[in-house]
């Protein structure tokens, strides 16, 4: 069972008005209720976050370290790159793609 809680508010009539009459053409009086409960529950989430934001930032340890490593084997990263351009533009060109064509 959901528990609800009844509460009066004073807050600026035009504001409410105004308020109320959009979420009447969206959906209906009914559902007054539960953009009110909608608007007070992204207030929170929007503190929460925030907060945990706050945290995160004013952590004194590194978010990331990189440690560079050797290859255990001999590379060329310029060859391999261009094997899978090459590759790319075989599909591209069985696949009839006119604007990926490669120019000789």
């Known amino acids: 069972m959901v528990r609800k809680k009844k509460i009066n508010i ?7 008005e105004r308020f109320k009459t959009k979420v009447v053409n969206e959906k209906d009086l009914k559902g007054l209720s539960k953009a009110v409960e909608e608007a007070i529950e992204e207030k929170l989430c929007e503190d ?8 995160f930032l004013s952590s004194e340890e590194p978010l990331l370290v990189i440690t560079p490593v050797k290859p255990k084997i001999q590379t060329d990263t310029g060859k391999s790159v261009r094997e899978l351009r090459d590759l790319r533009f ?15």
């Open 48 to 55: 929460s976050m925030i907060v945990a934001l706050e945290e």
């Open 10 to 16: 004073i807050i600026d009539r035009d504001l409410w």
């Open 90 to 104: 075989k599909i591209y060109e069985k696949r009839g793609n006119k604007y990926f064509n490669k120019k000789s």
